[in-house]
């Protein structure tokens, strides 16, 4: 029985089986070393006062420090409020935009695919300093222009409490829609055409379809943009840092600007990694919750 | 075809896991005689050096093979870094355990490094020749504690610069500003002698300076060394900003602003601005100003004379006028300085003796001498060791007499270094500063909050940082 048993189990590990496990061992090592190791350090470090010559174990002191932080709650609270203006604003911008490219021809659609992904190819630094151009808050700014048409005073977009954060929202609903309209497009293009059809016979009209066909069918796609879109505006770094560097009064600092700050302005790498993680559990809950209460009746 | 897919698939697979593997790799093999202790063995010294002046970088090739002229045994290794990447690619490398053994950095960066056990002390090892080349000034800002951590590469005073033209239209005798000083009041009346305006509208202001972002901790930094805090803590280490003159410096700040002398979007002013603000007419002073200024205004006016594309777009000639800036209540003016040089790094390892050796040589021609002598004069900034002066003698150097006569004034004013501090009180200083003060000076100018505000805001914050023993009460 053994004798018989002992080629079997070669044959596994033979031919496409081994090409398999090869390809994976690859993919496997670059996760262990570049996500699995930098989290479960992430984790030790959260411990520790660290230091490159020796760190030096803290207990659960930078969780408290966190926790104590009136700054982390006050980032905590941006983030939120950045999320809840971005997100479904950005996926209601690029589901219409989808709708509107869908009836086109294949080459126009691609012409408009492209357009919109060009802001997610160009690098972000550049785009910033294009939209810090925008934002001047002269009189001969872009945006005091054209506000100036309407009659309403120059405003000091960026360097205002009152306007900074609808400032970085304005500039998140006006780009980066690339991605999504990409995958809406996929999505709509993978509803039955039948669908459709029936409901022409029905004598549908184009915002009944919509209703009754389209958002279902796109239930799933919506789900997955929404919480890749929470998790992605929850790390949002990049524009508060360039453009308003949390300011003003802190108003724009976000918990990724906090943490960055807190590990590469101050070297508190522990108190960095801390917060890391309480805002990994943050997006966790957030994502379980959006599982829960959106994922009920999806299909996939 | 299918063999021949695997092959390849797996090619890349290997290349994929390989290159991501060096990156783990380590330093590298340069400075083998690191671990010997032969002062004559080979050894290679890195640095990571910024553009310090405009020509700075394209002259690498001639430093590295002079120093190797010198030291025959040695070769000085530069890895260039902008000014944007500088900080990052340091402090990754610090933290990574392996940092350059030399790189350019403000003084005031110092301390950071030092509480990570990561700069390298050379006080034991430097010898008096090479210290009393310095000034004793600047070179007092690379001292943390007891240690001495580089070499000073220049003290430059963060003052004020003003357009000529302008400053004389509106009757100020900036000649005896520059030799005597001002107060606030007269400055407060002198740029509004500069404001023009039309219909409402403002075409000229008085007195524009950087505030957007981080560049606020500048303005009010360079203004509170005038109002008698020339440091954020007392001699007996006292937190300095809860003094009731800091109070009056923000209303100060917010009266400037209230007299349209300095535009209400001040807020967003960033140092890119209101230079070019500065050029355009705009404003008839502008900061902060620094030496080189001078220089990149009358390159400036060479290319609108010479009818040149590139010059700033709607820009004037401008006279660069130096500044001092003016004094609060009666105190005692006191220049922002800015100390920058090269800092020596120590690995995780300790360094041998000899390599210890060989960076300080590496330091030490970097920082003073020719070098020194060359970089100085592209920046317009005096030199600051004996060797440096010496060789500046046969360089020639066009700049206005009396700006740098102002400078020479202000030099002498200047606010000295307080190596005293201890890393733990600096470290929550510059915190406070950060999450609370330039916050609130942001609100503050933006007129979101009122100066009273803002000083409860930083007193209860420095009183939680600092013990209500910890603090200034007067």
Known sequence: MAQLAKPAKRRRIRGDGAWAYAFIAVALVVFAMFTAYPVVSAFIISFQKYKPIGSEYVGFDNYIATFKDSLFWKSVVNTVVYTILTVPVSLIISFAIAILILPLKKKLQTTFKAIYYLPAVASGVALSVVWLWIFDPMPEGIFNKLIGFFGISNQNWLGSSATSMFSLVLMAWLSSHGTSIIIYLAALLGIDSSYYEAADLDGANFFQKLWYIVIPSLKPTTLFLLVTGVIGSFQVFQNAYLMTGGGPDNSTTMVGLLIFNNAFKYFEFGKAAAQSLVLAAIIALISLVQFKFMGKDVEY | ?474
């Open chain 2, 1 to 474: 075809m299918k063999k021949r897919m695997r092959v390849l698939a797996s090619v890349f697979a290997v290349s994929m896991a390989l290159t991501t593997l060096t990156a783990c790799g380590g330093k590298g093999g340069d400075s083998k005689s690191a671990e010997t202790s032969d002062p004559n063995a080979k050894d290679t010294i890195t640095a990571l050096l910024p553009p310090v002046s405009g020509n700075f970088q394209d002259t690498f090739a001639d430093i590295q093979k002079e120093f190797t002229e010198k030291y025959p045994n040695l070769t000085l290794k530069i890895e260039p870094a902008s000014w944007e990447d500088m900080t990052q690619k340091l402090d990754t490398q610090v933290n990574a355990g392996s940092p350059p053994d030399i790189a350019f950095i403000g003084s005031d960066g110092i301390s950071k490094y030092v509480d990570q056990g990561m700069a390298l002390d050379i006080k034991d090892i430097a010898t008096p020749e090479m210290i009393n080349d310095y000034d004793k000034g600047p070179l007092e800002y690379m001292k943390k504690g007891d240690g001495l951590y580089g070499f000073p590469a220049y003290m430059e005073v963060h003052a004020l610069g003003g357009n000529r033209e302008f400053l004389e239209k509106a009757g100020i005798d900036w000649k005896k500003v520059q030799q005597q000083g001002w107060t606030f009041d007269e400055f407060r009346e002198a740029i509004k002698k500069g404001v023009v305006s039309e219909g409402g509208k403002t075409s000229r202001y008085g007195f524009v300076f950087a505030t957007a972002g981080v560049t606020s901790k500048d303005y009010l930094g360079i203004l509170i060394k005038n109002a008698g805090m020339p440091s954020a803590f007392t001699q007996d280490l006292k937190y300095a900003y809860t003094s009731k003159n800091y109070l009056e410096v923000l209303k100060d700040i917010r009266a400037l602003i209230d007299d349209g002398s300095m535009p209400k979007e001040l807020s967003s002013i960033d140092a890119g601005k209101r230079w070019n603000m500065f050029l355009t007419g705009q404003t008839m002073i502008t900061g902060k100003g620094m030496a080189t200024f001078e220089k990149s205004a009358n390159t400036n006016n060479d290319k609108i004379k010479a009818n040149d594309g590139s010059a700033v777009k709607g820009s004037i000639p401008v006279t660069y006028t130096v500044l001092p800036v003016p004094s609060f209540l009666g105190e005692k003016a006191v220049s922002s300085v800015a100390v920058d040089g090269y800092v020596a790094f120590r690995g995780k390892k300790e360094p041998s003796e000899a390599h210890k050796q060989n960076i300080l040589k590496a330091l030490y021609f970097l920082a003073s001498g020719k070098v020194a002598a060359t970089t100085n004069n592209d920046l317009f900034v005096a030199q600051i060791t004996e060797s440096g002066r010496k060789a500046a003698e046969s360089m020639s150097v066009e700049r206005d007499a009396d700006n740098k006569a102002a400078v020479e004034t202000m030099l002498k004013n200047a606010a000295p270094a307080r190596p005293d501090i201890p890393a733990e009180l600096e470290a929550k200083a510059i915190k406070l500063e950060d999450e609370v003060i330039v916050p609130k000076l942001q609100a503050l100018i933006a007129g979101e909050i009122k100066p009273e505000e803002m000083y409860d805001a930083v007193k209860s914050a420095a009183v939680s940082a600092f013990g209500e023993d910890g603090v200034v009460k007067d």
